[in-house]
């Protein structure tokens, strides 16, 4: 008897996060659409808690991918190359979503094959507390500002169309990258008014340790590979 793929696939990047996985796992497992499978990917991660937590991980419906360290885009693009599903929902191995978030999202794409990503409000805790209200979707608005949270469902589909996430953003800004890719596809964005994802906010986290300089050349080269837009 043959095995049924799940319908959604919630890829989960980790380098040196371990401390903070399960909290992520847990999130997943506790959503009340049950159709769906965990990839974890260790992103060569080198710190001991999370290597020993990683080497012999086991939760339900969960899978570890192991590869060298090539970034957070390499290795989303590596769990979603891996995944069953056929929607996809990314989501960093410090955050957590609401115990209802696929439940909506998956109805919205079941429902209207016109949309190609739904996404959300966020909350965000840690080092930095408050909500954090999206605006609604607009393409020309998406070239100068990321009106979409990386933690937003899609079709595998569309993630093979795009060519998935570039690794070129080594700093971060790959999501808004990827977003800008996707509006290419002429599909609709959908957005849940409510907040059914939560950001930790961290001392060292990427968007918070990103220098200026670094902005700089991630700026540029969105521009750079969308210029004819």
């Known amino acids: ?8 696939s919630v ?5 040196n996060h371990g401390v903070y996985l399960d909290q992520a796992v847990e999130s ?17 991660s080198n710190d001991q808690e999370t290597t020993r ?6 939760r339900p ?20 190359q891996s995944s069953n599903g056929a929607y996809i929902l990314p989501l960093d191995a410090d955050d957590m979503i609401a115990p209802d978030y696929l439940e909506k999202a998956v109805a919205i794409l079941d429902a209207k094959p016109q949309v190609g990503v739904v996404y959300c409000d966020q909350q965000m805790f840690g080092a930095g507390k408050g909500p954090c ?22 079709r595998k589909s569309d993630w093979q169309k795009v060519g998935g996430y570039s690794s070129k953003f080594v700093y971060g800004w790959e999501d808004w990258d ?14 849940i008014p409510e907040i059914l994802y939560y950001y930790r906010v961290r001392g060292d986290s990427r968007d918070h340790s ?10 540029s080269l969105l521009v750079l590979r969308h210029k004819h837009l």
């Not at 937590?53 to 086991?58: E, F, M, P, S, V």
């Not at 991918?65 to 970034?71: E, F, I, K, P």
């Not at 990103?210 to 700026?219: G, S």
Request: charged share 20%; net charge positive.
């Open 1 to 8: 008897m043959l095995k049924r793929t799940p319908r959604v």
């Open 11 to 15: 890829v989960i990047p980790c380098y």
């Open 28 to 44: 997943v497992l506790r959503q009340t659409f049950a159709d769906f499978e965990i990839v974890v990917v260790d992103d060569g």
């Open 53 to 58: 937590l990683l080497k012999d991980y086991h």
């Open 61 to 80: 419906k969960t899978r570890v991918l192991h590869t060298a360290n090539r970034g957070v885009s390499s290795a989303r693009n590596t769990g979603i």
């Open 133 to 154: 209200v999206f605006p609604a979707y607009d393409p020309v608005t998406l070239l100068f500002e990321n009106l979409i949270l990386s933690c937003a469902l899609y």
């Open 178 to 191: 990827f977003w800008v890719s996707m509006s290419q596809l002429n599909k609709e964005v959908s957005k």
């Open 210 to 219: 990103m220098r200026l300089h670094h902005k700089i050349a991630m700026m």
